[in-house]
């Protein structure tokens, strides 16, 4: 079966940084595209980040140029760099897969999510 889960996410100062991680098992990252959602009051679910099997990525640009997606596929794990953390990007993150072009597409995969804090 497939199962993701991530971890990393807590409390965080506005303007400093956290990494989340999303350990992937029943499928392969050499395979399939991994990304990163969130859900940010007011807002619903968004496609914040995705890694294609190739390894090409998509940010939304909400987070471009601040967050940074990485993963590792010997180890089947989607990293996510936080940096320079707004208010604004407080809430729930989650890891799905496959994603896909525009980060449009929605996962037949969820993780249970990992929620992030921001202060300030």
């Known amino acids: 079966q497939v199962q993701l889960v991530e971890s990393g996410g807590g409390l965080v100062q506005a303007g400093e940084s956290l990494r989340l991680s999303c350990a992937a098992s029943?499928?392969?990252?050499?395979?399939?595209?991994i990304g990163w959602w969130r859900q940010t009051a007011p807002y619903e679910r968004e496609a914040i980040a995705c890694v294609r099997a190739s390894g090409e990525i998509e940010y939304s640009d909400s987070v471009k140029g601040r967050f940074t997606c990485a993963k590792d596929n010997s180890e089947n794990t989607v990293y996510l760099d936080m940096g320079s953390v707004k208010p604004a990007d407080a809430g729930m993150y989650y890891c799905?897969?496959?994603?896909?072009?525009?980060?449009?597409?929605?996962?037949?995969?969820w993780g249970q999510g990992t929620p992030v804090t921001v202060s300030s």
């Open positions: 029943g499928l392969s990252l050499e395979t399939l595209a």
């Open positions: 799905g897969s496959p994603c896909g072009p525009q980060l449009i597409l929605r996962p037949d995969y």
